[in-house]
Protein backbone atom coordinates (compact mmCIF):
# COMPACT_ATOMS: atom_id res chain seq x y z
CA UNK A 1 0.00 0.00 0.00
CA UNK A 2 1.75 3.53 -0.94
CA UNK A 3 1.91 6.31 1.58
CA UNK A 4 -0.45 9.09 1.14
CA UNK A 5 0.41 12.60 -0.19
CA UNK A 6 -1.53 15.57 0.67
CA UNK A 7 -0.92 18.28 -1.90
CA UNK A 8 -1.36 22.26 -1.72
CA UNK A 9 -2.90 23.20 -5.22
CA UNK A 10 -2.29 26.16 -6.60
CA UNK A 11 -4.25 25.61 -9.58
CA UNK A 12 -5.27 23.15 -12.12
CA UNK A 13 -2.09 23.67 -14.55
CA UNK A 14 0.20 23.54 -11.89
CA UNK A 15 -1.07 20.13 -10.20
CA UNK A 16 -0.79 18.50 -14.16
CA UNK A 17 2.65 17.53 -13.47
CA UNK A 18 2.98 17.62 -10.06
CA UNK A 19 0.12 14.81 -9.99
CA UNK A 20 1.81 13.02 -12.54
CA UNK A 21 5.35 12.87 -10.57
CA UNK A 22 4.53 11.72 -7.67
CA UNK A 23 1.18 9.00 -8.64
CA UNK A 24 3.68 6.60 -8.89
CA UNK A 25 5.10 6.74 -5.03
CA UNK A 26 1.83 8.29 -3.72
CA UNK A 27 -1.92 7.70 -2.75
CA UNK A 28 -2.26 11.11 -3.87
CA UNK A 29 -4.98 14.11 -2.32
CA UNK A 30 -4.65 17.28 -3.63
CA UNK A 31 -6.23 20.02 -1.74
CA UNK A 32 -7.35 23.20 -2.61
CA UNK A 33 -6.73 26.56 -0.16
CA UNK A 34 -6.41 29.91 -2.10
CA UNK A 35 -7.55 33.01 -0.12
CA UNK A 36 -5.03 35.37 -2.19
CA UNK A 37 -6.66 34.90 -5.49
CA UNK A 38 -7.98 37.76 -6.90
CA UNK A 39 -10.43 39.10 -8.07
CA UNK A 40 -13.34 36.59 -7.01
CA UNK A 41 -14.07 36.16 -11.02
CA UNK A 42 -10.39 34.57 -11.29
CA UNK A 43 -10.47 32.37 -8.05
CA UNK A 44 -13.88 30.76 -9.48
CA UNK A 45 -12.03 30.09 -12.97
CA UNK A 46 -9.08 28.59 -11.23
CA UNK A 47 -11.60 26.87 -9.00
CA UNK A 48 -13.70 25.21 -11.72
CA UNK A 49 -10.66 24.47 -13.92
CA UNK A 50 -9.44 21.97 -10.73
CA UNK A 51 -13.41 20.48 -10.84
CA UNK A 52 -12.75 19.68 -14.52
CA UNK A 53 -9.03 18.35 -13.75
CA UNK A 54 -10.74 16.30 -11.32
CA UNK A 55 -13.80 14.86 -13.52
CA UNK A 56 -11.20 13.82 -16.31
CA UNK A 57 -8.80 12.56 -13.78
CA UNK A 58 -11.03 10.54 -11.82
CA UNK A 59 -9.45 11.67 -8.96
CA UNK A 60 -10.36 12.37 -5.27
CA UNK A 61 -9.53 16.42 -4.01
CA UNK A 62 -10.44 18.22 -1.14
CA UNK A 63 -11.98 21.66 -0.72
CA UNK A 64 -11.35 24.48 1.17
CA UNK A 65 -13.60 26.99 -0.91
CA UNK A 66 -13.39 30.03 1.84
CA UNK A 67 -12.65 33.32 0.26
CA UNK A 68 -11.29 35.65 2.47
CA UNK A 69 -8.76 38.19 0.65
CA UNK A 70 -9.08 40.41 3.95
CA UNK A 71 -8.06 38.19 5.94
CA UNK A 72 -4.83 37.52 2.87
CA UNK A 73 -4.25 41.07 3.32
CA UNK A 74 -4.11 41.31 6.97
CA UNK A 75 -1.48 38.20 6.87
CA UNK A 76 0.60 39.59 3.98
CA UNK A 77 0.43 42.88 5.03
CA UNK A 78 4.13 43.64 6.31
CA UNK A 79 4.94 42.01 2.97
CA UNK A 80 2.73 44.61 0.62
CA UNK A 81 2.86 47.54 2.78
CA UNK A 82 6.59 47.84 2.40
CA UNK A 83 6.85 47.15 -1.33
CA UNK A 84 8.82 43.84 -0.04
CA UNK A 85 7.31 41.47 -2.98
CA UNK A 86 9.73 38.36 -1.51
CA UNK A 87 8.06 38.43 2.33
CA UNK A 88 4.36 39.43 0.49
CA UNK A 89 5.46 35.76 -1.21
CA UNK A 90 6.83 33.88 2.32
CA UNK A 91 3.41 35.20 4.34
CA UNK A 92 1.60 33.73 1.66
CA UNK A 93 3.52 30.57 1.07
CA UNK A 94 2.83 29.91 4.90
CA UNK A 95 -0.26 30.63 4.62
CA UNK A 96 -1.28 28.27 2.72
CA UNK A 97 1.05 25.69 3.32
CA UNK A 98 0.11 25.97 7.16
CA UNK A 99 -3.59 25.43 6.20
CA UNK A 100 -2.20 22.61 4.39
CA UNK A 101 -0.69 21.10 7.19
CA UNK A 102 -3.64 21.53 9.39
CA UNK A 103 -5.67 19.81 7.03
CA UNK A 104 -3.19 16.83 6.63
CA UNK A 105 -3.37 16.45 10.87
CA UNK A 106 -7.30 16.62 10.04
CA UNK A 107 -7.68 13.95 7.75
CA UNK A 108 -4.56 11.75 8.99
CA UNK A 109 -2.08 11.93 6.28
CA UNK A 110 1.26 12.44 7.61
CA UNK A 111 2.89 13.72 3.86
CA UNK A 112 2.44 16.81 2.44
CA UNK A 113 3.92 18.96 -0.65
CA UNK A 114 2.80 22.12 -3.01
CA UNK A 115 2.19 21.97 -6.58
CA UNK A 116 4.21 26.23 -5.71
CA UNK A 117 7.61 23.98 -6.25
CA UNK A 118 6.08 23.50 -10.04
CA UNK A 119 6.12 27.13 -10.80
CA UNK A 120 9.60 28.75 -12.27
CA UNK A 121 7.48 32.32 -11.18
CA UNK A 122 7.69 31.27 -7.35
CA UNK A 123 10.36 31.87 -4.62
CA UNK A 124 11.30 28.43 -4.89
CA UNK A 125 13.70 27.88 -2.17
CA UNK A 126 11.21 29.81 0.11
CA UNK A 127 8.90 27.47 -0.69
CA UNK A 128 11.24 24.22 0.25
CA UNK A 129 11.87 25.95 3.51
CA UNK A 130 8.61 27.11 4.90
CA UNK A 131 7.40 23.50 3.85
CA UNK A 132 10.23 21.80 5.98
CA UNK A 133 9.65 24.29 8.82
CA UNK A 134 5.87 23.76 8.98
CA UNK A 135 6.17 20.05 8.32
CA UNK A 136 8.93 20.49 11.77
CA UNK A 137 6.02 22.40 13.82
CA UNK A 138 3.11 19.79 12.93
CA UNK A 139 5.55 16.86 13.31
CA UNK A 140 4.65 15.75 9.44
CA UNK A 141 6.76 15.02 6.43
CA UNK A 142 7.06 17.78 3.88
CA UNK A 143 7.62 15.76 0.45
CA UNK A 144 10.50 17.91 -1.45
CA UNK A 145 11.08 17.50 -5.10
CA UNK A 146 12.33 20.31 -7.81
CA UNK A 147 9.34 19.88 -10.14
CA UNK A 148 10.70 22.83 -12.43
CA UNK A 149 12.13 20.48 -14.21
CA UNK A 150 8.61 19.43 -15.65
CA UNK A 151 7.52 22.87 -16.84
CA UNK A 152 7.38 22.16 -19.95
CA UNK A 153 5.34 18.95 -20.13
CA UNK A 154 3.17 20.15 -17.41
CA UNK A 155 1.72 23.15 -19.49
CA UNK A 156 1.61 20.15 -22.58
CA UNK A 157 -0.33 18.33 -20.46
CA UNK A 158 -2.70 20.90 -18.90
CA UNK A 159 -3.45 22.01 -22.72
CA UNK A 160 -3.89 18.56 -23.81
CA UNK A 161 -6.80 18.47 -20.43
CA UNK A 162 -7.99 21.91 -22.14
CA UNK A 163 -7.76 23.23 -18.74
CA UNK A 164 -8.33 27.26 -18.07
CA UNK A 165 -4.41 29.00 -18.02
CA UNK A 166 -4.14 31.96 -16.20
CA UNK A 167 -1.47 34.57 -16.84
CA UNK A 168 -0.83 35.36 -13.02
CA UNK A 169 0.47 34.18 -9.79
CA UNK A 170 -3.17 35.12 -7.88
CA UNK A 171 -3.11 37.71 -6.06
CA UNK A 172 -3.97 41.21 -6.51
CA UNK A 173 0.13 42.23 -6.75
CA UNK A 174 1.07 39.88 -9.33
CA UNK A 175 -2.11 40.90 -11.23
CA UNK A 176 -0.85 44.79 -11.18
CA UNK A 177 2.91 43.37 -11.68
CA UNK A 178 2.13 40.95 -14.44
Not at 28 to 37: G, Q, V
Not at 66 to 95: A, I, S, V
Not at 145 to 151: K, Y
Not at 154 to 178: A, N, P, T, V
Request: glycine share 4%; proline share 3%; aromatic share 18%.
Amino acid sequence: MKPKLLIHTCCANCLCFTYKYFENDFELLPFWFNPNIHPYSEYKKRLDTLYVFQAKKNCSILYDETYDPKRWLLFTKEGWQNNNKNLRCKLCYKLRLERTAEKAKEVGIENFTTTLLYSKYQFHDDVKNIGFEIANEYKLKFVYADLRVGWKEGIKISKELGLYRQKYCGCIFSEIEF
